[in-house]
């Protein structure tokens, strides 16, 4: 369900109830998919999520250090396949005072989030793949000089070991969820690794999310690694206060769909941006993780690993124009001034 909040649309959909079962399809390369409204979305497995986490995780010199205040730190690097975006990926990491799982709550929360995210015009869940994964819509707001944004993700999440977790996302089509007004933006990889420090968590964020648009892709990539700071003070704020709002709620309002069982790694993983944080700063990884530092070669995830998804039915992959600037994923919504 999401309730709007002050000013939104309100829009109710059956709780998913987790454990709903749900009809398979597996391809004979081993993906496996969920149709809905006749189209077939893929279902994210250990691989995917793995291939997420290390190039989060990646702490190689394909990453430039551009910003740095206090615990946070921002990065980013050229796009990959400038087929899909040509706007850069875009990596933060900092320090938070909340326990992993209530980062994780907090961040699902579209009820909560719809209270603190002045931004978001509107949002809400299309529909469930399973139990791990889903389609929503949301809204971007901007300054009425610029189109508003909006993206249709289908978005993932892991609970590792109730200590560790992934969510992640990346755009799609719907039927459920045609052009708008907005200019309909992409996201090509998305998503938050959150883990241990501590007595509260950290949260690596990676970011490919392209406005589209007549925006300058230049301009584009300067705000985005900008406003990094910004978007972990907020986080941090609202996150501390989350617990608080859930409570005063009410428990009979409460679902949490995504509160699913701990699904392990089938082999140890290892935690580099922690254990870089923790020597640049002068502390003990494994006290900040609270367990074993795992050993391993290299920086991290290279460029053929990248989890970029395929194009989905309707979508065109053209080459990405040579002043820069990109179409709409769909079609061009409106005509809009910078």
């Known amino acids: 369900m999401f309730s709007g909040g002050k000013g939104k649309k309100e829009r109710v959909l059956t709780p998913w109830v987790p454990g709903t079962p749900v009809d398979y399809i597996k391809k004979e390369d081993g993906k496996v998919y969920v149709e809905n409204c006749g189209q077939e979305y893929p279902i994210m497995q250990e691989e995917d999520f793995l291939k997420f986490r290390d190039f989060a995780d990646d702490i190689s010199d394909a990453w430039t250090l551009r ?17 899909k975006s040509s706007i850069n990926m875009v990596k933060l990491f900092s320090e938070f005072p909340v326990a992993p799982e209530t980062m994780y709550d907090c961040l699902h929360d579209a009820d909560y989030r719809a209270v603190w995210d002045t931004s978001m015009g509107e949002g809400y869940n299309i529909c469930h793949l399973d139990d791990n994964n889903d389609i929503g819509y949301y809204m971007l707001k901007l300054p009425a000089v610029v189109a508003n944004r909006d993206f249709c993700n289908e978005r993932s999440w892991r609970n590792v070991d109730g200590r560790e977790f992934i969510i992640m996302n990346h755009s799609v089509l719907h039927e459920k969820c045609p052009p708008t007004k907005a200019v309909r933006g992409i996201s090509v990889m998305s998503g938050y690794l959150i883990r241990p420090h501590g007595t509260g968590c950290s949260i690596t964020y ?39 709002w859930r409570e005063k709620r009410g428990a009979e309002k409460e679902n949490f769909p995504w509160r699913t069982d701990p699904q392990p790694w089938s082999a140890p993983q290892p935690d580099r941006t922690i254990v870089w944080y923790c020597e640049k700063n002068g502390l003990n990884a494994e006290e900040v993780l609270g367990k074993p530092v795992v050993a391993v070669e ?16 309707g979508e065109e992959e053209a080459p990405p124009k040579e002043n820069g600037e990109e179409e709409s994923l769909l079609t061009k919504t409106e005509e809009e001034t910078q």
Do not use: F
């Not at 921002?74 to 087929?83: E, L, M, Y």
């Open 206 to 244: 990676v970011s490919q999310s392209d406005p589209k648009g007549w925006i300058p892709v230049k301009i584009m990539n300067s705000v985005i690694t900008s406003q990094g700071p910004n978007l972990i003070e907020k986080l941090k704020e609202v996150s501390k206060e989350y617990p608080a």
């Open 67 to 83: 910003l740095q205040k206090g615990s946070v730190y921002v990065w980013d690097r050229p796009s990959i396949d400038k087929t």
């Open 298 to 313: 290299g920086n991290g995830a290279v460029a053929s690993d990248v989890p970029v998804p395929p194009a989905e039915d």
